[in-house]
């Protein structure tokens, strides 16, 4: 169902579009390509939004800095210094996240209205083009999010994107997921299937790749997540054609489940402990597939580098069940 949701000062109209299949609801707006709500059952059959929202357009507008549900980028996490060279030239970008660039700058795809169309009978395509040098990125950007549900309810994200000129590129859905419905998320339980993660200086900038074994970065068994994350999991599984699982969160209390699968190499775990009014400090938990951050400075991480002729694919399966 596709209806008008707000309209901005400028006049521009915002719509929402609500996808139904298999006991799941989820509400997607125009508007930063926000996933608004994901209402799924718990164990005995009660429902509940998992996700961290607000009610109406001005909530976002308000409240942007946690970028919650949005589609980020045109590179989702930080680029040290807000600065990165490609094919001998330098780049500058907005440092929205002294001194980084932090998810595409002061004015992203999590601030910009979406173009949206059906995409089947369980999906919704949206689409926008990113001109050449917005917030500072290079080549003329054409990119698409198609949102839609499976047979089981699970909620598919499929990335595509060209490019007239040599660019960076690097999306995720920025949702955070609160299983409980409300409450603390700190008692959640969380697997991720990563045997190193990218420690990260004072900047939140990674300093290598280290092992996860003997730290409380090891999540390869499932337990309590608590507090203090904001850091990108090297998944074992590497970059794939197809979404592999390579996490599982779950709320003993409701009982309800959510697994993610990904073709991207990397996963932001981020606990929320910087949420403000109207929220709090570890109310939902964030699990961002990605790329690295500052992969373009970092030549040893997976190249984020498209050029033209080429297309960016990107996939995330984000399932929901209860036990």
Do not use: C
């Not at 209806?3 to 915002?14: I, K, Q, R, W």
């Not at 089947?120 to 054409?142: D, K, N, Q, T, W």
């Not at 409300?182 to 200086?201: C, K, Q, W, Y």
């Not at 040893?300 to 694919?313: A, I, N």
């Amino acid at each position: 169902m596709n209806e008008l949701f707000a309209t901005l000062s400028d006049g521009t109209p915002v719509h929402r579009w609500t996808l139904e299949r298999a006991g799941v609801r989820v509400r997607i707006l125009s508007y930063g390509g926000i996933v608004q709500s994901v209402e799924v059952p718990d164990r005995d059959g009660r429902t509940a939004d998992v996700v961290l929202g607000f009610a109406g357009l001005e909530g976002y507008l308000e409240h942007s800095g946690p970028y919650l549900g949005a589609l980020v980028g045109r590179y989702a996490n930080r680029i040290a210094g807000g600065r990165f060279e490609l094919d001998g030239a330098t780049y500058a970008l907005a440092p929205n996240n002294a001194p980084n660039s932090l998810h595409g700058g002061e004015h992203g795809f999590d601030k910009r209205v979406w173009d949206m169309e059906p995409a089947g009978a369980h999906g919704v395509r949206l689409s926008r083009i990113s001109p050449h040098g917005e917030e500072g990125f290079p080549g003329r950007l054409e990119v698409s999010g198609t949102y839609s549900l499976d047979e089981s309810g699970a909620l598919r994200i499929a990335y595509e994107a060209v490019t007239d000129a040599p660019t960076i590129v690097n999306l995720t859905n920025h949702s955070y997921f609160n299983l409980a419905g409300s409450g603390n998320a700190g008692g959640h339980e969380l697997r991720i299937d990563a045997s190193r993660f990218t420690p990260v200086d004072a900047d939140l900038i990674p300093t290598g790749v280290e092992e996860v074994a003997g730290t409380r970065f090891d999540f390869r068994q499932a337990r309590k997540v608590g507090a203090g994350y904001d850091h990108n999991f090297v998944l074992d599984k590497g970059i794939t054609e197809q979404a592999v699982e390579v996490a599982e969160l779950y709320d003993p209390a409701s009982g309800r489940l959510l697994t993610v699968a990904t073709t991207e190499p990397g996963l932001q775990l981020y606990t929320a402990d910087h949420l403000t009014e109207p929220f709090a400090p570890g109310d939902a938990i964030a699990l961002e597939t990605q790329h690295f951050p500052d992969s373009p400075n970092r030549p040893e991480f997976p190249s984020t580098v498209l050029r033209p002729g080429e297309v960016y694919r990107s996939q995330t399966v984000y399932g929901f069940g209860a036990r």
